[in-house]
């Protein structure tokens, strides 16, 4: 069983930065490919920003590629998110979800993963 918390949500101008991050409990996160999901008010949950295992692969959402990057840090269990140039369109309760390695070669479906986060929300302000 893995145990995710989001963490550094909260009320930006747009145009500004936010950085979240995901703090994962057991010895194997290293284990773990990550991504981070996000859900906005009427809009179906969608895929944002996913990091394999050992941080060497990233791949990004169209609607957030060359604003947010995925990062990880093994040794700290942390898995991060920063957002720059934030829209009001950016606005969701932000989910990140582990993914067993090896099990999948899936990355943008929520489905596909094993473990999620209860969420940050994020809200952009225009």
């Known amino acids: 069983q893995v145990q995710l918390v989001e963490s550094g949500g909260g009320l930006v101008q747009a145009g500004g930065s936010l950085r979240l991050s995901c703090a994962a409990s057991?010895?194997?996160?290293?284990?773990?490919?990550m991504g981070w999901f996000r859900q906005a008010p009427g809009k179906e949950r969608e895929f944002v920003a996913f990091i394999s295992w050992s941080g060497t692969s990233t791949s990004y959402a169209d609607s957030v590629k060359g604003r947010f990057t995925i990062s990880r840090d093994n040794a700290k269990n942390t898995v991060n998110l920063q957002m720059n140039s934030l829209k009001p369109e950016d606005t969701a309760v932000y989910v990140c979800?582990?993914?067993?390695?090896?099990?999948?070669?899936?990355?943008?479906?929520?489905?596909?993963?094993?473990?999620w986060g209860q969420g940050t929300q994020v809200t952009v302000s225009s």
């Open positions: 057991g010895r194997t996160f290293s284990s773990y490919n």
């Open positions: 979800a582990a993914q067993m390695r090896g099990t999948t070669a899936i990355i943008n479906l929520f489905g596909a993963y094993n473990y």
